[in-house]
């Protein structure tokens, strides 16, 4: 790996993540940076609108648009309802959310499968002034394979006990959002 001094190329402030961090927000002039092996390069968040009140910190998710077709689904039994609601859920192209902080593999399928199902109004707003945005860890590659077990997530959850299920997924390269919590 190769050491590439961290400063912010926009004020010259030095930058502190940890080296995990996927994203870094330089704390004098709030430029947003994606960090990878390749060094540093300004990251493009969306910060969502929160309604009325004014948020302090924001959650980093990559938010994909795009289809989920379920090729196979076999159950063993609890009636055809639960086949129902997985064919409305995916009927239509949807957002698909991958929450990128650092979180178990089970909080990651329950939170993301939970905005993927409610799809809440996402509207984006401009970058605060004033903003704490938790470090992204999860790159977008690993965001798109993690989006799978999301979606495996809300199937066996349905009441009808999977058995087997196979789908394709066809995605946008998506975006970083801020939302606020
Ligand atoms: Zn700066």
Redesign the pocket.
Known sequence: MKLIPLI?P????PLQPESDHISTV??????IYHLDQHGLKPLVVQFASTGQTQAKAWWPYWVFQGTVTITKRETQGGGNKSAQESEQLWREPRRLYVPAWELPLNRIQEIGGQLIQQQPSLQAIEQPDHFTLHPAVIATADARKMLEFIILAIEARRPDYLKDLAFTVQINEGQLWALPG
């Open positions: 912010c926009q004020c010259n402030r330089c704390e004098q002039c709030r430029q």
